[in-house]
């Protein structure tokens, strides 16, 4: 029985997505490399939020709990900016792409209970995250990125036939499911 590529194509676009793709299983390299470009802070949120290193659990971890899944999609958020520094454009796209992702983590969960999704950036479920005073207040709801669990983006959706770079003035943000 194959995968219903299109409809979850369908469904990604219905959601808010720009774009779609079947995940190459066989893309996801767990690379300690990526993993430790966390601790370098960039986005503020390494050690303070459940679903960042080093709460959310080794590469290990994530590579075993991956695993378990034989099929995923690519979803992404594509904008196009007035010129490189379009910030404003970047966190309109960011938080619509969040607002995308959880929406169809519900959606799929109906059908798929054991999804693992993996979205784009620090999960941005709360305005602040309770880590580490108290536990997660939504964790149907909460995420890892694709880089906590150690995945160069870039390289699972070329591996994957999906474009990650949509040319000048453009910024995509990735993130994926999987599902069983």
């Given at each position: 029985m194959g995968y219903p590529v299109e409809k979850l194509k369908a469904l990604a676009l219905a959601e808010g997505f720009d774009a779609a793709g079947e995940l190459n299983i066989q893309a996801l390299v767990f690379m300690p490399e990526v993993r430790e470009m966390c601790s370098a802070d960039k986005c503020g949120a390494y050690g303070k939020n459940w679903r960042c290193p080093p709460a959310c659990g080794s590469i290990e971890e994530a590579a075993k709990r991956a695993a378990n899944y034989s099929f995923g999609m690519l979803v992404q958020t594509i904008a196009h900016m007035e010129d490189e520094f379009d910030y404003e454009t970047i966190e309109k796209a960011q938080k619509a792409h969040a607002e995308s992702f959880i929406r169809m983590m519900r959606t799929l969960k109906a059908e798929y209970p054991d999804i693992l999704g993996?979205?784009?950036?620090?999960?941005?479920?709360?305005?602040?995250?309770?880590?580490?005073?108290?536990?997660?207040?939504?964790?149907?709801?909460?995420?890892?990125?694709?880089?906590?669990?150690?995945?160069?983006?870039?390289?699972?959706?070329?591996?994957?036939?999906v474009p990650y770079n949509y040319g000048p003035c453009t910024v995509a943000f990735t993130s994926c499911y999987l599902l069983k």
């Open positions: 993996m979205g784009a950036g620090t999960c941005r479920r709360c305005k602040q995250c309770t880590y580490p005073d108290a536990p997660c207040r939504f964790p149907e709801d909460s995420y890892s990125s694709m880089e906590a669990y150690g995945l160069w983006v870039s390289k699972v959706c070329e591996l994957s036939g």
